[in-house]
Every structure is written in C-alpha cells, then in structure tokens.
C-alpha cells in the first residue's frame, strides 16, 4: 500500500475475496465512491458506511477486512474514497484481501500536485486522465499554473486576446503547446476533479511571468509599446507595472473570473521569480493584489518571494527554493501564516532522475526517487514546525514535456514517494519499505499503459 496507513494490524490467517459481482452497500452520499468495486445493493459483504470514526478527521477511515467481508467506515464521503483506493490498492491481481484491520488519517491537510499548463497545453481530458493516477496514492490538491511569459491558458472574459495569443499556434516552449481551456472546460475540469475529492488550486502568475499577457494587451506595459512573444525557458524579464491603474483594473478582472470558476477555497497569485520587478514596486503591487482573492471569498497562495510583504491573515506560502533557511517564511510561519512545502530540491517532478534521464531539468540538482522520499517537511526549514506545515505539494513545470508520456515518466514512482510524505506518520515511513512496495505497482503501471520511468533504485519484477 502507498501511502503506508497510519495504523495496521493483521490477520494473517484471514482472506476475503472480492470481485466486480460481490455486493456493495454504501449510503446515498457515497454512492458514487461505493462505484466500481462490485455490485451496489441494500446489503452484501461489502459494507461503506458514514459514521463517527474516533477521531481520525474528515479523510481518515477504518477498513476491517474478515472472512465474511470488508467494513468500511468514516466520517465524510472523502475518508470513504481514501479508504476505497486502500482497498483497490490491496485487491489489485486477483482480488484476495488480506485479513485485518486499518485505522488511517493524513498527517497533512494539504496534499498537492502542480501541473503547468503555461509552457505546454494538456487537454482536458489529458488532465482528467492525470487526476484518475493522482488519486491512487490520495492526493488531494490539484495546482495549474495557467499563465506565463510562454502562454495564457484560460479563457477570460472581456479579454480575448489573452486566448487568442497566448493559447494560439506557436506558444509554449519552442512553440510547441499551443491550446488553451475554455472557462466551460475548466468548470468541467474542476467538477471532476471534485467528484474525487480532489480540490483545484489555479494559478495566474504576476507581477513577473506575464509576457503573454503583455503581448495580448500592451497597454499594460510600462510604455504602452508592443512586447514580442517568448517561447524560450529565460524567466525573470517580464513584469506588470505597479504604478498604472490600468494594472488592477486588469488583475481585478483576471482574479474575480476565476474565484467565480473556482469553489475551492485557495487562489494562486504566484509572485515568484520577479527579477525586473523593483522590491519597492514588488511590495506595492501585492499590497493591492494580496487582499483581492479574500475579497472573494478565496485565501491567497503565493510562491514564497510574497512573505516579504505584509500578507493577509489567511494568506499561504508556498516555499520552493532548495534553501535550507528562509527568515522571510520562518517570519511568516510565526505570524500564523501556514506553508506549503515543496522544495525543488526533493518534490519537483520536473527534475532529472540521473544524469542520463532524456527530459527535465537539473538546476536543482537531481532527484532520484529516494531523494524524493527521504525527508521530513516538519523539519525542512528551522522555523516552520509542523503545526505551520499545511501540507506538501509537487510542481511539475513543463518546459522539457511534449505530451502526457512525459508527464507520467516525470511523475511515476516520484510521486507516490510525495504522496507519502504527506500522509504517512513520520515514524511509519521507511524507504527500504517503499521501495518494495513501489516495486508492486510496476506491472500495475505497465498493464494501464503508464509510462514510468524504470528507476534502478527500485528492483522491479520482470517486465
């Protein structure tokens, strides 16, 4: 199983074979959960209920496995569907539950993954397609990064040509991603993703990061003179201007459309890699922008440059750099601010395994999957203790990927090895237990048609 659950006690002597034929009963609300792991009916063997569950919070569950059938419990829908992928997990091959009992909860609220849709478009259905491999190992955040210097990747209304040249032939990195998400198919998106517990998390970057905007409407320069398109990887040259109106009319716009798209409670305003931005001028723009997403009913997420700000209570900060001291996030974490901990260093996906892997960069060093696994997000940063941690989440930037085969190669097994570290209980993770377990899902990947990358830290059956 990945993540390992919290608590296990086995019955070794005990099985319970289940099929798409046994009965399943599970309550109205969790009908849909109850889905696909066998026949639903008023009764049978397998039994989902909604109940109080001691404790374990609103994902955690209770599953007990007997000769006679499979209990079941939790509190909210989403404990229900955590515990339904533990099950999967465990009837994966031919169908023999193993006897016991787990008692499982998350040990961070916030568990995430982030995909770039800026400097390569993936299609609606290509993001369906990765939230149905996210959920195996119980990620619960889904992050888009849907603007950047290289493409705008939603619709807006009342600025169409944020679509039409930012979405259009010839963006993306090397020109080679062009598409974008209509506000239809992002709703779509963000309701499938919902129906598996999985909350969207967009983002439009700014101040920096904003060539494509730039190119569409150039009034938001600094001159009001026409800009180029970038399609190369360079960051740190664009900026909106802090000291135009025009700038908050556009932001405004921008950032009410989405909240209005979006019935998460989070909305990511980036705010990193503002190198063409001065401090002053950076501090000016989120004093007015910071407040906007409460103002809709949304907390603000920023990269962690934006904890040199005043920021809002309720305001997040996602800390990414491979530092091992931050004062500025340490200072926000004493204030109550909570962090999201995805230092690029150990979680982004975008990394090379080795040397030789064809696609990623290594900026941030390499990062084999032990690397990946092996570290504790209470401990990373000295004055971010585990009560300020939200969670942890994996970034995966899309300037080397051309379709989702790259996507999955970047991800899997990484991402399980995340997925861990932010559910499991610190005293239940070991690597030399994940790397076994890891090894199972293999032949798992092979027979869906994920294309993992073979790491040799994993002594994978034969093919």
Same mark, same amino acid.
């Given at each position: 199983?990945?993540?390992?659950?919290?608590?296990?006690?086995?019955?070794?002597?005990?099985?319970?074979?289940?099929?798409?034929?046994?009965?399943?009963?599970?309550?109205?609300?969790? #009908?849909?959960?109850? !889905?696909?792991?066998?026949? &639903?009916?008023?009764?049978?063997?397998?039994? +989902?209920? =909604?109940?109080? %569950? $001691?404790?374990?919070?609103?994902?955690?569950?209770?599953?007990?496995?007997?000769?006679?059938?499979?209990?079941?419990?939790?509190?909210?829908?989403?404990?229900?569907?955590?515990?339904?992928?533990?099950?999967?997990?465990?009837?994966?091959?031919?169908?023999?539950?193993?006897?016991?009992?787990?008692?499982?909860?998350?040990?961070?609220?916030?568990?995430?993954?982030?995909?770039?849709?800026?400097?390569?478009?993936?299609?609606? #259905?290509?993001?369906? !397609?990765?939230?149905?491999? &996210?959920?195996?190992?119980?990620?619960?955040? +889904?992050? =888009?990064?849907? %603007? $950047?210097?290289?493409?705008?990747?939603?619709?807006?209304?009342?600025?169409?040509?944020?679509?039409?040249?930012g979405g259009g032939p010839g963006t993306g990195c090397d020109g080679a991603g062009p598409g974008f998400l209509t506000l239809a198919e992002y709703s779509d998106v963000v309701a499938y993703a919902a129906q598996r517990f999985v909350t969207v998390v967009p983002e439009i970057d700014m101040p920096g990061h904003v060539n494509a905007a730039l190119v569409a409407y150039p009034e938001l320069t600094a001159d009001g003179q026409p800009v180029p398109p970038r399609t190369d990887a360079e960051v740190g040259y664009s900026s909106l201007v802090a000291g135009k109106e025009e700038t908050y009319a556009f932001v405004e716009a921008v950032l009410k459309t989405v909240a209005d798209a979006t019935?998460?409670?989070?909305?990511?305003?980036?705010?990193?890699?503002?190198?063409?931005?001065?401090?002053?001028?950076?501090?000016?723009?989120?004093?007015?922008?910071?407040?906007?997403?409460?103002?809709?009913?949304?907390?603000?997420?920023?990269?962690?440059?934006?904890?040199?700000?005043?920021?809002?209570?309720?305001?997040?900060?996602?800390?990414?750099?491979?530092?091992?001291?931050?004062?500025?996030?340490?200072?926000?974490?004493?204030?109550?601010?909570?962090?999201?901990?995805?230092?690029?260093?150990?979680?982004?996906?975008?990394?090379?395994?080795?040397?030789?892997?064809?696609?990623?960069?290594?900026?941030?060093?390499?990062?084999?999957?032990?690397?990946?696994?092996?570290?504790?997000?209470?401990?990373?940063?000295?004055?971010?203790?585990?009560?300020?941690?939200?969670?942890?989440?994996?970034?995966?930037?899309?300037?080397?990927?051309?379709?989702?085969?790259?996507?999955?190669?970047?991800?899997?097994?990484?991402?399980?090895?995340?997925?861990?570290?932010?559910?499991?209980?610190?005293?239940?993770?070991?690597?030399?237990?994940?790397?076994?377990?890891?090894?199972?899902?293999?032949?798992?990947?092979?027979?869906?048609?994920?294309?993992?990358?073979?790491?040799?830290?994993?002594?994978?059956?034969?093919?």
């Open positions: 199983m990945i993540p390992a659950p919290a608590l296990v006690v086995p019955e070794p002597a005990v099985t319970f074979t289940i099929s798409p034929e046994t009965a399943v009963s599970a309550p109205p609300a969790a #009908a849909a959960v109850a !889905a696909g792991l066998g026949s &639903l009916a008023d009764d049978g063997p397998v039994r +989902l209920q =909604l109940t109080d %569950t $001691d404790g374990l919070g609103p994902e955690g569950y209770r599953l007990e496995i007997t000769a006679s059938g499979v209990s079941l419990r939790a509190a909210e829908p989403a404990g229900l569907f955590w515990g339904v992928q533990t099950l999967r997990q465990l009837a994966a091959g031919d169908g023999v539950l193993p006897g016991g009992v787990i008692e499982d909860r998350p040990r961070f609220a916030y568990r995430g993954a982030m995909l770039d849709l800026a400097r390569h478009f993936f299609t609606p #259905a290509e993001i369906k !397609a990765h939230v149905d491999l &996210l959920v195996q190992f119980k990620i619960n955040h +889904l992050h =888009l990064h849907l %603007t $950047d210097d290289q493409g705008w990747r939603l619709e807006i209304p009342g600025w169409p040509r944020l679509t039409e040249t019935p998460g409670p989070y909305l990511h305003i980036g705010g990193d890699e503002c190198l063409s931005t001065s401090a002053e001028d950076y501090r000016t723009f989120l004093a007015r922008v910071l407040p906007l997403p409460g103002k809709y009913g949304k907390r603000a997420v920023g990269w962690h440059e934006i904890a040199a700000a005043d920021l809002p209570e309720g305001t997040v900060v996602q800390y990414w750099r491979p530092e091992e001291q931050n004062p500025a996030v340490d200072a926000a974490a004493a204030a109550g601010r909570e962090v999201i901990m995805s230092p690029a260093d150990r979680v982004y996906l975008d990394m090379k395994y080795d040397a030789s892997t064809p696609i990623g960069l290594d900026w941030a060093g390499l990062v084999p999957v032990e690397r990946a696994y092996d570290w504790d997000p209470a401990r990373r940063l000295p004055g971010v203790p585990e009560e300020s941690v939200l969670g942890v989440a994996a970034p995966l930037w899309s300037e080397t990927l051309r379709g989702p085969a790259d996507v999955q190669f970047l991800t899997f097994p990484r991402l399980p090895a995340v997925a861990e570290v932010g559910w499991s209980p610190q005293e239940r993770r070991s690597w030399a237990s994940f790397r076994e377990r890891v090894a199972a899902f293999g032949p798992r990947w092979e027979a869906a048609g994920v294309a993992y990358f073979r790491s040799p830290e994993i002594d994978w059956p034969a093919s």
